[in-house]
């Protein structure tokens, strides 16, 4: 089993920064996979970052590219998102979500690829 919990969460004007924390608990090798997703509200939930293993390779969307950074601290069991330049559109309900395996890396970015969900923690950027 594997346990996931956010933080670093909060209300930010346009422009802004914030950095979000996942730490992670339980199996390692159920971890090989490890993601940021969000969800605004009447929208689905859509990957932003990922780092997977090995050699902490990692995957953006395109709406977050240059802004965003995933990173991850094996010492502490965290994995991060670093977001800059913040927009109204960021806002929503950030998860963390782990993987074991995905059957293709094309599910990289695919909420169904994960099996592992935190509870999530809200980002609001104000214009």
């Known amino acids: 089993q594997v346990r996931l919990v956010e933080s670093g969460g909060g209300s930010v004007q346009a422009g802004g920064s914030l950095r979000l924390s996942c730490e992670v608990s339980?199996?390692?090798?159920?971890?090989?996979?490890m993601g940021w997703f969000r969800q605004a509200p009447g929208k689905e939930r859509e990957g932003v970052a990922v780092?997977?293993?090995?050699?902490?390779?990692?995957s953006y969307a395109d709406s977050v590219k240059g802004r965003f950074t995933i990173s991850q601290d094996e010492g502490r069991n965290t994995v991060y998102l670093q977001m800059n330049t913040l927009k109204p559109e960021d806002t929503a309900m950030y998860y963390c979500a782990a993987a074991k395996s995905l059957t293709s890396l094309s599910l990289l970015l695919t909420a169904a690829g994960y099996n592992h969900w935190g509870q999530g923690t809200q980002v609001t950027v104000s214009s």
């Open positions: 780092i997977y293993s090995p050699g902490a390779q990692t």
């Open positions: 339980g199996d390692t090798f159920m971890r090989k996979f």
